[in-house]
């Protein structure tokens, strides 16, 4: 800082404003001097407070009552949320267990209730959940309540009771657990198969009637069932009727579509009652007179006409020797000459 300036500021303080009361001796002369027109309608400037008139007395208490009304729900809900979590850790710590440990019981004592029963991949699913659990209250404010309390016993004491299982197990043992386990396992699954192979079974029927429905094929007929002798007897009748029916039928119409015989028919077979009532001789007669035609007939077609004159000539002589009446020369009227 030079001294110019200093001595600058000192001038600056040591002037002052002329009086405006002043005698008219100083105003005469002053008068020759220059003075600056006052302002007129200028606001005073400066940074001064408002008049309070009471409209806003208290608004800062409640806003600040308000904020700390907020702050104490949010605070609530998050507890109310830390136990819930905290609740549903516990039931997943404290599931599958028989029953619970107490706090005068030994902790010892209960090992082994259900855990034996656990592989060993459960009981360290359970070691997991119950060091969730113990992590999850540490989270938690101070002040532990109830819910919270509890989850810490039941998590410690899950931790400890799986700890032992797991030092005092071997592995023949969980050798054993897995076999039996795999065991029932493949019981189930030959239930699983056999139910799955009824189903298959009765699915195939389903579509083959359903097709033929659809198509209009006859059913299969079914097995006959065992009957009683009493249905046997009632069957037989039954069956006895509709056969003596059908013959009865089947009689009208071969008498009406059958031709009746024909005489050459019953010429060529005689009934037996005819062949008894003829004599004997003439019965050999049509056959031996049968055999002769079918014997010249063979000659004339092997021999020629001579062949067929001396077998006419034969047929003449044998003529009486089968039961033909012989003719008397003597008798005869042609060569008598009656």
Request: glycine letters at 6%; proline letters at 6%; hydrophobic letters at 35%.
């Amino acid at each position: 800082m030079s001294v110019t300036s200093a001595v600058s500021g000192n001038l600056k303080r040591l002037r002052k404003r002329p009086r405006e009361g002043a005698d008219s001796g100083s105003e005469s002369g002053l008068s020759d001097i220059a003075m600056p027109a006052p302002k007129v309608g200028a606001k005073k400037g400066g940074r001064g407070r408002p008049a309070t008139t009471g409209k806003y007395v208290g608004v800062g208490l409640s806003r600040r009552e308000a904020a700390a009304a907020a702050k104490a729900a949010a605070l609530a809900d998050k507890l109310k949320e830390d136990e819930r979590q905290i609740a549903a850790l516990t039931k997943r710590v404290t599931e599958g267990r028989v029953r619970r440990l107490s706090e005068s019981s030994a902790v010892v004592s209960d090992v082994g209730v259900e855990a034996e029963d656990l592989p060993a991949s459960d009981l360290n699913q359970r070691l997991v959940d119950a060091v969730a659990a113990i992590r999850q209250v540490s989270k938690v404010s101070k002040g532990l309540s109830g819910c919270s309390k509890k989850a810490l016993k039941e998590a410690t004491a899950s931790i400890l009771e799986s700890t032992q299982v797991l030092l005092t197990r071997t592995v023949t043992e969980e050798t054993a657990l897995l076999r039996a386990q795999n065991k029932k396992l493949a019981a189930q699954m030959a239930e699983l198969r056999k139910e799955h192979e009824e189903l298959k079974a009765e699915m195939v029927n389903f579509r083959r009637e359903h097709l033929r429905q659809e198509v209009g094929l006859a059913l299969p007929t079914q097995q006959p069932q065992p009957q009683l002798p009493s249905q046997e007897t009632e069957l037989t009748r039954l069956i006895r009727k509709e056969v003596a029916s059908f013959n009865a039928r089947f009689s009208v119409l071969e008498g009406k579509i059958l031709r009746p015989p024909l005489a050459a028919d019953q010429r060529s077979t005689p009934t037996y009652a005819a062949q008894a009532a003829t004599p004997r001789a003439a019965q050999l007669a049509p056959a031996a007179a049968a055999t002769q035609k079918r014997t010249a007939a063979s000659q004339m077609k092997t021999a020629g006409p001579q062949s067929n004159r001396q077998s006419t000539k034969e047929a003449k002589r044998q003529g009486p020797l089968l039961g033909q009446p012989s003719v008397n020369p003597l008798l005869d009227p042609r060569r008598s000459g009656r």
